[in-house]
């Protein structure tokens, strides 16, 4: 090989390591961005109860609800209300629709987002799909609640919020759906032990 071909091969490496790097320091970076700008839309993590908080009957915040599914996804999920009013402090529960068009098992995650991005940190989730991964068997149909608090303590400029959630196909998906499903088969065919 050329000197010249060597060089060529060196700055590549170069630019592969690069990318590499990038990717791999890409989530720490983009946290850091939107704890500096505020602007990161994740929900409240925080347990907290009606009882915690003092109801704000003075005013009402409305609550949009959006559904989407990533590309791939071939499951159908909408909101069964696409708006609600809210009063500050006060406990909401709400569902989501969710059905697997397909004819074998996929598992799915949700991720939530809130706009606008200044109230993400004042809606708290106390139940939600969200919090774990969804296994929907072929052609079966979940209905799927979600429980939130919008604390007392937000802007008042704030009087409307968009909660809105992507459901992602898990990676190996049918291998997990499947694995799932020969445990319950084997819990079911396993005689129990004698002591």
């Not at 590499?20 to 109860?49: H, I, M, R």
């Not at 987002?113 to 106390?126: D, I």
Request: with cysteine.
């Amino acid at each position: 090989m050329n000197q010249e071909n060597k060089k060529v091969v060196q700055n590549l490496s170069f630019v592969v390591l690069g990318m590499f790097c990038f990717g791999f320091a890409l989530v720490p970076l983009y946290d850091v961005f939107c704890e500096y700008t505020g602007l990161n839309g994740k929900t409240g993590v925080q347990y907290v109860s009606e009882e915690q908080m003092q109801v704000d009957t003075s005013r009402e915040i409305r609550v949009e609800f959006l559904a989407n599914v990533n590309d791939g996804m071939p499951w159908e999920f909408k909101p069964l209300s696409t708006s609600v009013r809210v009063h500050p402090g006060e406990a909401k529960r709400v569902e989501y629709i969710v059905r697997n068009n397909t004819n074998r098992d996929i598992v799915g995650n949700a991720t939530p987002s809130v706009s606008p991005g200044q109230a993400a940190a004042y809606f708290q989730k106390t139940e939600c799909f969200c919090f774990t991964e969804q296994v929907l068997k072929a052609g079966e149909e979940k209905i799927m609640p979600v429980v939130f608090i919008i604390d007392p303590a937000i802007d008042e400029d704030v009087h409307e919020i968009t909660l809105s959630y992507t459901f992602f196909i898990k990676p190996g998906s049918e291998d997990v759906a499947a694995a799932q499903d020969n445990n319950s088969k084997l819990a079911l065919n396993t005689p129990p032990t004698q002591y």
